[in-house]
């Protein structure tokens, strides 16, 4: 079984606990399982950042994360897109066996739409945004791909462009499952209402300083009808609770501490206090592990120069094939 999953580098504030526990943990887990290919979308992240630097840091900053967090670069095919020339090329054929109208029902686009002032402003690199990611899957043979509920419906268009490649051309093109994980799929934000995302920044960064984690953890929106520590709260609207939960906060002293907020017998400095502890400590071996990582720059180029001589050795495979089914080979 082949599983491919990737990210997408847009912001310097780096991976979020929302990437980590929506897919990063399970693609962790999953690398004894399959044959994993891990990506850095660098291709994708044009259509919002535009400053060279910014591009170039978010990208290595983004592939010593996922390293740090337990990407293993000896189990998984881990490389950064652009460094795989194939994607750009599959992108422009599989253009051909996609609609426009398909692409207009896509969430990114019309979300877009609807704050943008003029649909003439959007970049068709938003626009074939879907595309892109669809190449990165399509190229590799992929059985399976991890992601968190937003990026469900890329996955079912990717189907969709494979299964319409496919008729057209014959079986060529391997269409994929979706995989997500129910609990995990969609994490709340620091505000207790949007999904967490770096472009919201409602995010809470894993590899943040100590100074402005404890900031934005003392940020976050709880209940809102509570003035007093002693006044009755309700856990359900004190996202706190959940990231507790998510960072393995022991079950039985959880459900204490969420009887106290009924009660009005804990503040919410007190739960936002021991959130933070619990976030430090969770993350420590793997903000260590960065740490470590950080230092040895050779190491991190010689691992991605191998990921991506990994990765074409796969996509060459595909795209002659591609070639001969469409009737573009030499
Ligand atoms: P991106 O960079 O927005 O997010 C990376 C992964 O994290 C998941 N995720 C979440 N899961 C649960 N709750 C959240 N609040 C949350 N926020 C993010 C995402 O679902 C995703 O799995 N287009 C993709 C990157 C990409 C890709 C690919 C993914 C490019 N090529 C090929 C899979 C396969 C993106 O923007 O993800």
Redesign the pocket.
Known sequence: MRI?????P?SSKGLHI??Y???VKRFVELQTEGECLF?V?NL?SLNTVYTPDEIRNNTSAIFLQYLALGIDPQKSIFFVESDVPEIPYLQTILNNVVTVAELKRMHGYKDKLAHEVSPDEISAGLFEYPVL?AA??LLFDVDL?P?????KQ?VEITREIARTFNNRFGNVLTVPEVKIQKE????L?TDGQR???KSLGNDLPIFGNEKELYTHIMRITTDPSRIRPTDPGDPAKNVCFSYLQLLDFDAQQLEELREQYREGKIGDVAIKEMLYEKFLHYFKPYRDAHVELAADVPKLSALRKAGSERAREIATKTISKVQRACGINA
């Open positions: 491919l999953s990737g990210i997408n847009s929302g990437n526990f929506g897919m990506l979308a994708h990611m990165d899957i791909v992601v968190g509920e937003d990026q890329h995990t799929a969609r994490i934000g999904k967490m995302s």
